[in-house]
């Protein structure tokens, strides 16, 4: 159980375009889904909150209008990196908690290559 | 503010051998704790947690971890490494009401030595 989703496992684009990430929890309905991105050989770094039906909380200097994240349901939310540049290349990472309190679980993650 | 330390980058333990990965904390509060597991181009993967209770709590695959609250630590166990635990610890922390974000370690690369 508790298993998340998360597509596409891989994405290559050019500079300039924008890239849609979702997160899907298979076997459970989250309300609050969370967005990460990780660095090469570092940690998770908490991008934003997502909060079904209600807009995101962003973390201290992420660029909410760089970073567009949308809840529409229970079960997706999405991360639409917009204009993407080279230094928008990383691993995002989405997790979900079945209810308050709980574990989050993690998706596969996104390795995301601006060329 | 909350934070966690993970003061070794890698480990490196004999197949069969005990294995510890090492965690400290600082919240502001009663403290929830994580551990999860990162293979490679992989999301992590939850071991186990502290909440409440027990200090020692039982988590997946055979691992465990003590909770100590006048050290502020919470270490991760196995009593017999296997070759397969070779990936990457990360310990979390949050704290026990308001908002739920976690934070977490810088991670710890275990290497299980055949």
Known sequence: GAVVSQHPSWVICKSGTSVKIECRSLDFQATTMFWYRQFPKQSLMLMATSNEGSKATYEQGVEKDKFLINHASLTLSTLTVTSAHPEDSSFYICSARVAAGQPQHFGDGTRLSIL | ?114
């Open chain 2, 1 to 114: 503010a909350q934070s966690v330390a993970q003061p070794e980058d890698q480990v490196n333990v004999a197949e069969g051998n005990p294995l510890t990965v090492k965690c400290t904390y600082s919240v502001s509060g009663n403290p929830y704790l994580f551990w999860y597991v990162q293979y490679p181009n992989r999301g992590l993967q939850f071991l186990l947690k502290y909440i409440t209770g027990d200090n020692l709590v039982k988590g997946s695959y055979g691992f465990e971890a003590e909770f100590n609250k006048s050290q502020t630590s919470f270490h991760l166990k196995k009593p017999s490494a296997l070759v397969s635990d070779s990936a990457l610890y990360f310990c979390a922390v949050r704290v026990n009401f308001g908002n739920e974000k976690l934070t977490f370690g810088t991670g710890t690369r275990l290497t299980i030595i055949p």
